[in-house]
């Protein structure tokens, strides 16, 4: 069975940094794209990143600059360090990987497997 455990959320405050870690159980991160979503209440899920088995990555443009996906295939590991967050980062950040090895894009459809989530607050 898959899973997927997210740690590393928090409240910080604006400008601040925080680093999450999704690790996988079940499912060998090596061979497979995986990604960072996250949904803010009353809001769909979006991409944040997603990145494939040659750590070749694609971000959203709000976080371009920002954030910085990093894979341990060691530690069958995914990690999201992000800096500069800003008030609309506040969110839960979810873990997701692919079944299959497909495109990579910031398309949740394409994603089987999931984490629970962590939240994130930055507060204004």
């Known amino acids: 069975q898959v899973q997927l455990q997210e740690s590393g959320g928090g409240s910080v405050q604006s400008g601040g940094s925080l680093r999450l870690s999704c690790v996988a159980s079940g499912y060998t991160v090596r061979g497979h794209c995986m990604g960072w979503f996250r949904q803010a209440p009353g809001k769909e899920r979006d991409g944040v990143v997603v990145v494939d088995r040659s750590s070749n990555a694609v971000y959203a443009d709000v976080v371009k600059g920002r954030f910085t996906v990093s894979r341990d295939n060691a530690r069958n590991t995914v990690d999201l360090q992000m800096h500069n967050l800003k008030p609309e980062d506040t969110a839960t950040y979810y873990c997701?990987?692919?079944?299959?090895?497909?495109?990579?894009?910031?398309?949740?459809?394409?994603?089987?497997?999931w984490g629970r989530g962590t939240q994130v607050t930055s507060p204004h």
């Open positions: 997701a990987a692919q079944a299959l090895d497909g495109r990579l894009a910031l398309v949740a459809a394409d994603f089987a497997h």
